[in-house]
């Protein structure tokens, strides 16, 4: 009989320990990054967040007579549900010891409580959704993430594949580097040249001033652009303002551009620093200080995270995409920037993969979601 106890986050105290559990596992790690502890606790539902207007989430700690061994949330995300007709719940944020009695402990206790509410299928790691950080890194351990991409030890994958989980679908992360520009502006900027005589359009940074506009028809392109992608939930126009004001102060104009054809935005490109060293130079905390130091400098970063190119269908036919990342070039050229990360891209997504591979781009780090499923069995 394992040693290992699985208990339900209920009081202040454990949730400290459910968040401190991850400084604790990787002190010794010099690839993790810490997280913004103010955005965790929101994340998992321990302040205000907008997705759990539509959600409901338990976290759960595993212990081992006085010691926290693991953690895990278990996910009812009823919008996914809803769009695809589904009976599926999720797990997110999980982190164990290796220590397979630890991880079974924790899923059987996630499956249970999903049980509970008629999900009788699991998908994840996702914390807490898709459309947040998502994926179990399976490759690219190498390097540290970048802002806002998850880190895992490698032994993650055998835990949850003994368990019964399976391969469901990857996700990739692109490297690029400024020392690639030539060749790319010799391979794709007649092509880029071609998409912007046939679409006519205006590429312009995002307003601050009109920055809640531009949240607005950043919406609109997101859930427009992205609704053929594997597992996609769109973003309730609730949710997209959470996101968006948590990323307000973040956000570089240069770095963030839409465009506009006759007036309507159709595309859009957002571009973050790679925030993370900062963050870990803070330990995660932004106050008292901490978010000075965060947010000072914005001109000193060398590297950045293109997090989402999101163009209409009927202009990804176009080259739109081609036309935003022209115009971004030269406002990250004009800061510094060295190396850009285009994460995450989709393994079915052949029109992106097979842009940015003929811009010398290559994928560097594969992140996966697991499914388990009620026949599965434990091996």
Known sequence: ?????????????????????????????????????????????????????????????AWRGNEVVGRVQAIANREHNRRYQDKRGFFGFFESIDDQAVANALFDTARDWLAARGLTSIRGPANPSMNYECGLL??????????????????????????????????LAYIGYKDQLPKIQERLGGLADQAQARCN????????KNFRADVDSFVDLYNRSLDVNWSFVPLPENEMRTLADGLRHLIIPDLAMIAEVDGKAQGAIVGLPDYNPRVKAINGRLFPFGIFKLLSKKRDFKRIRVLSINVVHEYQRWGLGLVLMRGLTPKAMEMGIE?????????????????????????????????????????
């Open 1 to 61: 009989m394992s040693d290992v106890v699985v208990k339900p986050v209920k009081s202040w105290r454990d949730r400290r320990r459910f968040l401190d559990f991850a400084w604790t596992l990787y002190r010794d790690d010099p690839n993790w990054m810490p997280p913004i502890r103010m955005n965790q606790k929101e994340l998992l539902g321990y302040r205000r967040h907008a997705f759990y207007d539509n959600a409901e989430g338990q976290t759960f700690l």
């Open 138 to 171: 399976v490759e690219g351990f190498d390097t540290p993430p970048t802002f806002m991409m998850t880190y895992n030890p490698p032994y993650y994958a055998r835990l949850i594949e003994t368990y019964g989980f399976r391969k469901a679908h990857d996700l």
């Open 201 to 208: 359009a205006v590429i312009r940074p995002v307003s601050r």
């Open 339 to 379: 190396e850009a990360e285009f994460s995450w891209v989709d393994e079915d997504n052949d029109m992106a993969r097979l842009g940015l591979e003929k811009g010398g781009a290559v994928v560097y780090k594969t992140y996966r979601m697991f499914d388990y499923e009620p026949n599965s069995a434990r091996t």
